[in-house]
């Protein structure tokens, strides 16, 4: 009983940490000024309808579940971090989309067996730390034969890139948790799916990223606004140098991925791996 209570108290505080870390910043800018489009594009590839019943699992500021809606749908948005709800109703009222937000953690989802015809997720739930069982839930929420979508950036992508490169700055991460750009491999998503799906399709795909005039600049709002990143930098933050080096990392980085070098701005590609699968019966 003494292992259990340990396990559940390390879980709960890993949540709140998670939870913390994607409440500062403004998240909400990152996902409706840097990449706007992808949350429709799960949508469609998941071919959300008039009436269906939709799940989206780490909506954030709903770059997902507020297309769905706008599609016809009864949409239920769920995260761990509710405070980027206020957001995404903001933006659902300006488009008139009718959504509920509802505070969620991915491995334990607080709804029924079979109760959604499509449970989606868009670069969300690949931040849950442990994989089976955040993928365990998609799949037990989603009725037989419904769809289940994700969007997960790729590990050799560069936001796959980026995570890599500020690992070595990070804290070590907790015991089990996976690295979130796993999600970007097939093999990793289909494993985590098993039998229980069929008709997987999974194909990579990039956004184009043209927002930023400088490599300094991604660094510079990804360092004010990406939850994850500003971790990192705080907890460096008493090593200036290491600061600095770090400084260096990311905007290499992005200086790298410019396929605009030697024009004005910065163009970068970025991959993500896009899957659909049916709920087996």
Not at 18 to 45: C, F, K, N, T
Not at 129 to 153: D, F, K, N, Y
């Amino acid at each position: 009983m003494t292992t259990q209570n340990s396990t559940a108290d390390a879980d709960r505080a890993l949540k709140a940490k998670h939870r913390a870390m994607w409440a500062q910043g403004d998240y909400p800018s990152v996902a409706s000024e840097v990449i706007p489009e992808l949350g429709a594009v799960l949508v469609e590839a998941c071919d959300v309808r008039p009436g269906q019943r939709v799940l989206d699992v780490g909506a954030g500021s709903g770059n997902a579940a507020i297309p769905a809606a706008l599609a016809g749908a009864d949409v239920v948005a769920s995260d761990l971090t509710p405070e980027l709800f206020e957001a995404g109703r903001r933006v659902a009222a300006e488009q008139g989309a009718q959504l509920t937000w509802q505070e969620a953690d991915a491995e334990a989802l607080p709804f029924g067996d079979a109760e959604f015809d499509t449970v989606l997720s868009c670069v969300g739930v690949m931040f849950a730390p442990h994989h089976r069982q955040a993928a365990g839930e998609m799949v037990r929420v989603c009725r037989p034969g419904g769809t289940i979508g994700l969007l997960s950036w790729t590990p050799q992508g560069f936001i796959g890139r980026m995570f890599a490169a500020m690992k070595p700055y990070a804290p070590p991460p907790p015991p089990g948790a996976q690295p979130p750009p796993l999600w970007g491999d097939e093999d990793h998503v289909r494993g985590l799916l098993g039998d229980r799906v069929t008709d997987v399709r999974a194909e990579r795909r990039t956004v184009r990223i043209d927002l930023f005039p400088t490599p300094e600049a991604f660094r510079d709002y990804f360092k004010e606004r990406y939850g994850p990143t500003i971790s990192v930098y705080k907890n460096i933050a008493g090593e200036p140098d290491r600061a600095a080096a770090l400084d260096r990392d990311l905007a290499a980085l992005a200086r790298d991925g410019n396929l605009a070098a030697g024009q004005d701005g910065t163009v970068m590609e970025w991959e993500y791996l896009l899957v659909t699968a049916r709920r087996a019966g």
